[in-house]
Nanobody, 123 residues
Framework: QVQLVESGGELVQAGGSLRLSCVAS????????IGWFRQAPGKAREFIGA???????YYTDSVKGRFTISRDNAKDTVYLQMNSLEPEDTAVYHC?????????????????WGQGTQVTVSS
């Protein structure tokens, strides 16, 4: 059974950077599609990007050019590097394991979720 644990969220000033980690257990992260989502207070959970087993990545327009997803197979860890952070990036960030071998933005296409890590960007 796959388990995911996120970490790295904290309070940061606008324009700053953070790197979130998503550590997988129960299955090698390189065999999975790992997606990153975020949920701001009062808003729906939002897909922001993902990485396939091949290493291919995909990002939504709202974070493209600012966020980067990478993977360390030896550590079974997927990272979300976030640069040029804005107050609008404030949210709980979750990683999730996809059901399929391709990237999808649909929440129901992800079957295992981490507990989330809080990112707060102050203006």
């Amino acid at each position: 059974q796959v388990q995911l644990v996120e970490s790295g969220g904290e309070l940061v000033q606008a324009g700053g950077s953070l790197r979130l980690s998503c550590v997988a257990s129960g299955r090698t992260v390189s065999s999975l599609v790992i997606g990153w989502f975020r949920q701001a207070p009062g808003k729906a959970r939002e897909f922001i990007g993902a990485i396939r087993s091949t290493g291919t990545t995909y990002y939504t327009d709202s974070v493209k050019g600012r966020f980067t997803i990478s993977r360390d197979n030896a550590k079974d860890t997927v990272y979300l590097q976030m640069n040029s952070l804005e107050p609008e990036d404030t949210a709980v960030y979750h990683c999730a394991a996809g059901r399929y071998s391709w990237i999808t933005s649909l929440i129901d296409d992800y079957y295992v979720w981490g507990q989330g890590t809080q990112v707060t960007v102050s203006s």
